[in-house]
C-alpha cells in the first residue's frame, strides 16, 4: 500500500510539473488585450483627431504578437481590442499629412516633429503589413517618403531619441530593422516591386554598414531582418550573430537584457536586472527561430523551456525590467518592458508549435 500510495504522489507531482511548465496563450492573449485596452484609453497616451501614440513598448509587439494567437485560441479574426488598434493606426495613415506628430516641434522642441515621423511611418507600415491590411500601402509608401537620403544615417529614418532603451535611445538602427522587416512582411511579394528597390538598396547598405557598431540586441535585430529580407547577410554573418547570442545565454536557459545593450547605464544610477527576462529571452529566441536554427538545437530547447516554465499564470505576462530606472513592475508604467516581452515569449512559443 505505501508503494503504491508513493507511486499516486509522484504520479501526481508530475502532472502538476507539466501544468506548470505549460504555458498559456488564454492568459498571454487576456494581458496583451488588456493592456492595450489600457494604453488606448491612457489620457497621456492620446494624440491628434481622437487618435493615440502607437507605442514602442505596448503597441507595436502587441500588434505583431496579438495575431499569432488566433489558431491558439480559436479565434476567427481580430479580437474588438485589435480592430479597435488597427483603426487607429489606418486613420493616422490615411490623415498623414494632416495629423499632428507625436510630438511637434513646437512642444517637444526640434527636431522631434522629423523624429515622430520617421518613427511612426515605420511602425504603422510594420502594424498594417503584418495584418495585410487594405492600407498597408499607403502606409509603406509614408514610409518610404520619411526615409533619409544623405547623411551618415543614409538608408535609415530619423527616430525618437528619449535617451530611453531599448527602444528611444541611440535605437535608430532598432527602427531600420523594423522597416526592414515591415517590407519583407508586406503581402505580395512587395520586397521585389520595382518602384521600391532604390530605397532598399539604401535600407540594406545602411544596415550592412552600421551592423558592427551596434549593441547585441540590435544585432539580434538583425538577423530577425534577414529572415525578410533574403540575401542580406551572409551564412557566415548569420552564424557569428548566432554563437553572439547563445554565448550570453544564463545557466537557467534565459537570457537577459542587461548582457545584450553594452555599456547602458540606468538613468537613477541603479544596477541593470542582471536575471533572465521574457524580453530578452522571447527576442533572442524568435530571432533564432526565424533564422532558421532547429528546435533540436539543445541551447535553443532550454530557451524555450525558460519561457515555458516563467509565465506568470496568475497575470498572463513574462516580466522585463527597465534599463533607464528601477520601477515598480505592479504599476502600469512599471509594466512596458512586460507588455514588449509577453509579446516577444508569444511569438517565440508560438513559432515552436
Not at 479565434?75 to 507625436?102: C, H, I, M, Y
Not at 523551456?305 to 502600469?332: C, F, H, I, V
Request: net charge neutral; proline share 5%.
Amino acid at each position: 500500500m505505501k508503494t503504491f500510495i508513493l507511486a499516486i504522489v509522484a504520479a501526481l507531482s508530475f502532472v502538476v510539473s507539466l501544468s506548470a511548465q505549460t504555458p498559456s496563450p488564454t492568459a498571454a492573449g487576456a494581458y496583451l488585450d488588456s493592456r492595450m485596452s489600457w494604453w488606448m484609453a491612457w489620457p497621456s497616451a492620446a494624440r491628434d483627431h481622437d487618435t493615440f501614440c502607437v507605442s514602442c513598448h505596448t503597441a507595436a509587439p502587441y500588434a505583431m504578437a496579438r495575431p499569432a494567437l488566433r489558431t491558439a485560441l480559436g479565434e476567427q479574426g481580430p479580437s474588438a481590442v485589435e480592430r479597435k488598434f488597427l483603426d487607429n493606426v489606418t486613420k493616422r495613415v490615411r490623415l498623414w499629412k494632416e495629423v499632428e506628430p507625436f510630438y511637434p516641434d513646437a512642444t517637444r522642441g526640434v527636431p522631434k516633429t522629423a523624429e515622430s515621423r520617421g518613427t511612426e511611418s515605420i511602425f504603422n507600415a510594420l502594424i498594417l503589413a503584418r495584418y495585410a491590411a487594405p492600407d498597408a500601402r499607403l502606409a509603406l509608401d509614408n514610409m518610404w517618403a520619411e526615409q533619409l537620403k544623405t547623411g551618415d544615417a543614409k538608408g535609415a529614418w530619423a527616430w525618437l531619441q528619449f535617451h530611453n532603451s531599448p527602444w528611444e535611445g541611440d535605437s535608430q538602427y532598432y527602427g531600420a530593422t523594423l522597416a526592414a522587416i515591415a517590407i519583407g512582411t508586406a503581402p505580395g511579394n512587395y520586397r521585389d516591386t520595382p518602384e521600391i528597390q532604390d530605397g532598399l538598396k539604401l535600407l540594406r547598405e545602411y544596415l550592412l554598414r552600421e551592423s558592427a557598431s551596434q549593441v547585441p540586441i540590435d544585432r539580434v535585430m538583425l538577423l530577425w531582418t534577414s529572415a525578410k529580407l533574403p540575401g542580406l547577410l551572409t551564412p557566415a554573418q548569420q552564424k557569428a550573430i548566432v554563437e553572439e547570442a547563445f554565448a550570453k545565454q544564463q545557466p537557467d536557459g534565459g537570457f537577459s537584457l542587461s548582457a545584450f545593450v553594452g555599456g547602458w547605464k540606468r538613468h537613477d544610477n541603479t544596477a541593470l536586472e542582471t536575471k533572465s527576462d521574457g524580453y530578452a529571452t522571447g527576442l533572442v529566441v524568435y530571432a533564432l527561430e526565424q533564422s532558421g536554427i532547429s528546435h533540436d538545437q539543445p541551447q535553443l530547447k532550454r530557451a524555450l523551456a525558460w519561457l515555458a516554465q516563467n509565465q506568470d499564470k496568475t497575470e498572463g505576462r513574462w516580466l522585463a525590467y527597465s534599463l533607464n530606472k528601477q520601477r515598480d513592475l505592479a504599476t502600469d508604467v512599471g509594466k512596458f518592458m512586460s507588455d514588449a516581452a509577453t509579446a516577444y515569449a508569444v511569438l517565440a512559443l508560438q513559432g515552436a508549435n
